[in-house]
């Protein structure tokens, strides 16, 4: 497979239709700073600091390919639906969508709800729907909600626990250390 660093000053090069590539990797903070040059109007509305320095168009645009696969790994970093992150990300277009992520749940269940939308994972990858659903009935104590989350994160996800992987028995070895004279705490 042919890879790209979708990366640095020159990585609109990599999007020419001359170049190709199997697989295309960057990173949040590039498509971050890519849809904020594409779409500053739109970018501006997103909960983040105004750029300080001026656009620049370096060539084409990434929000313009049309990509088969589209996975994001550390899918947790885009739980804010608020920030321009998510908002690139959202605009990234593909045939499929993968998330990969240890924790899709950080803090609340409305953290789930950007990797919903991001695999338009209908009916909950609708706000309006997601917040009838879900979060409401959580914040009222209603167990509806719950599981109702737990279904479609049964559907959706696929679960790795340690009883399912081939892992390496963990070993813990306790040391005592002596410290030499004049290193005590007072």
Known sequence: L???????ADR???LKPD?????????YGTISTDFGNAFPMEAAKENSKPKKKK????????????????????????RNTKSRTFAGIQKLESTYRLCLTGT???NKPADILSLFLFLRAEPLGNRDIF???????????EEVGLARLRTMM?????RRNKSKLDLVEKTVELRAIDFPEGMHQK
């Open 12 to 14: 609109h090069e990599l």
């Open 131 to 141: 917040r009838r659903a879900i979060t409401q009935p959580i914040q009222h104590g």
């Open 19 to 27: 170049a190709h590539f199997d697989i295309l990797i960057s990173s």
């Open 2 to 8: 042919s890879v790209g660093l979708y990366h640095g």
């Open 154 to 158: 049964a559907h959706l996800a696929m």
């Open 104 to 106: 899709p749940l950080q």
């Open 55 to 78: 656009a620049r168009k370096d060539g084409p645009s990434i929000f313009g390919q049309k990509f088969h696969r589209v996975v994001l790994d550390e899918a947790h970093t885009i």
